[in-house]
Structure formats: C-alpha cells, structure tokens
C-alpha cells in the first residue's frame, strides 16, 4: 500500500535570526485570513530559509508530493526547537514550489528581507495551519524506512515523513474552521468572533501591572526606556484613553502587540486575567515579579524575572539582554 508522504522542516523563532522571527505562524495567518473569502485565494506561501546551504532531501519527491496534495492530505509539519518552549505546527499542504515567491501577494513581506541574506529554495503553498501537540506528533511520524524520526538525530531539513498511524488534522468540508486558532480569539464574553480591527504591530511590547505607583513607577522609569531604546513601543492600558469596554480595549492592545511583559506581584486578579488572554492568542510573555514576592501555584514553574523595586538598574540591564 502507497504511503502518504508528508515533510518536516524547522525553523526558528528568535529575533537574532530576523525582528519577525517571533511572529512568523502569526504572519502566515493574517495572509490566510485576508484571502479567506475566496476559494481560489486560499493559501499562503511558507519559504523554507537555508541558513547552511544544505536543501534537505526533497526534489525527487516534489512531483509525487504534488500529486498526493490534490488527491488528499498532505502535511507540513513545522517543528521549531530553538525556543524556550519547543513547539510543533501543521499545515495543510497544496503544492511545493521552486520558483521565487518573495513579492506574490500571498507571501508575508518580511521574506524580502532575509531573501537578501539567505537562501529559500522551496516554497510551500499552505491552505490553512494550526498548533498541534508537540510529543505525541513526533510519536506518529516515522522514517521511509520505517524507523521512528529521532529530531535530535537528524541534522538535515526539510525531509520527508510518514505517519505510523494516519492522523487527519483537517477537516474537508470546513477548511477554516481552525483558522487562526490561537491567533486571533472568539470574545470571551460573547462568544462571537472579534469585530474589532486590529492594527498588528510586531514592535508592540504590551504592559500588564497593577495600577499602583510603585508599579507604575517601575513601568515609566525603567521599563520603558529600555524598550524605547532598543525600538520597541509600549502600550499599557493607564495610557491610553478610549470609550470602550476596557477589556475590549485591553483584549484589541494585546492582539495588536508582538510581545508582552506581565508583573504577577501581588496575584492582581486583572493582571493574571490578562496573562490568560496573552497566552490564549499565543503570545511571547515575559514575566516580572518583585523580590520576595509569591507566585500563584499554577504559575510556580514558568520562569519569570525579579526584580528590586528599589535597584533598576539590574532590571534594566537584564531587559536590554532579553529585548
């Protein structure tokens, strides 16, 4: 019986390798959501960078690949281990390319830019992706020989995989039902989808922290002009002034920022309400909390950063290295 093959590749999400790197399954997204309405538009380009030279395994697969995509599903998965949190997404795969996709309207533009560094032989047209389970993904795909692929062992991507078992990530009748899942989420009031428009800045730090002046304090005087000085903006909700429901317009900041930095001290229960929202849009936090102050036991594992409310310059110091 003929095998399904499918193909892994990895990429890498830290901001030394392109300011975008951290939103880039963000990115593809957004383009997926814009072309959403119409059958035919349907996709977004993913390039492969090479960063070694090296072109993985795949060319004399292309043509069968191609094939298999418009008969059935076909995957990309998309393994990133360079990352505090190694993760795994899937996308549905309609066709690989050779041919430079750089300024086709389907292509997020930050590609213009690495393009003049590195090398993207393949292009791979995506009609949807998700986030999946990282583990019990590499539990089900195997080798063409059929030994179970081993990440730490293989130093060449992209190749080609097959699942032990097959697993089906889409559903055929509803393409976009798990569009933008993790991106951009339902009210959680309503239940409705967002009708807000979000204007995304991938340079947008936002700011969650109790509305006391020692914190407050903190925020103007020493975390602010950190990002500032390294070109990020800041965006916290005693700023800014609106006419709308403020989780609304706390929800609107946080989809529209890159980043994130949350202050747990004290278990504020609006703080740890927004640090729930920030990682259901699936956002890169970074967590404060002021010496000698207890964490909530559900976050007493996650790494975060303390901090002397009386010594910034420590503090200071550290957020320049991690922005």
Known sequence: MERTKHIILKWNEMPFFHECAPDTIYQHVRILKRFSKDVNEQYVWWGKVSVSGYLGEIDKHIAEINEEAKKGETYLYMYCPDSPQPTMHVGKLCEISCENQVLDKHTPEYYREVAKEYNIPYWFKLSDIIKIPLYPTLAILVTEVGKPFDP????????????????????????????????????????????????????????????????????????????????????IASDVVSNIDIMCKVCQAIQASGRAIIDITGWNPNVLLELGLLYGNDKNVLILKQKGGKSPIDLSGIEYLEYDPDDFAKLQRRLKEYF
Not at 162 to 188: A, N, P, T, V, W
Not at 205 to 217: E, S, T, Y
Request: aromatic content about 20%.
């Open 152 to 235: 730490v062992k293989v130093n060449y991507y992209p190749m080609v995989v097959y699942q032990k078992k097959i697993h089906q990530y889409f559903k055929s009748d509803d393409m976009y039902e798990f569009l933008l899942g993790g991106y951009e989420m339902k009210c959680f009031k309503t239940g409705n989808e967002c009708s807000c428009t979000i204007n995304y800045n991938p340079k947008q730090v936002f700011i969650g922290c109790p509305f006391k002046p020692a914190f407050l304090n903190t925020v103007a005087f020493a975390i602010k002009p950190v990002l500032m000085e390294c070109g990020w903006s800041v965006w």
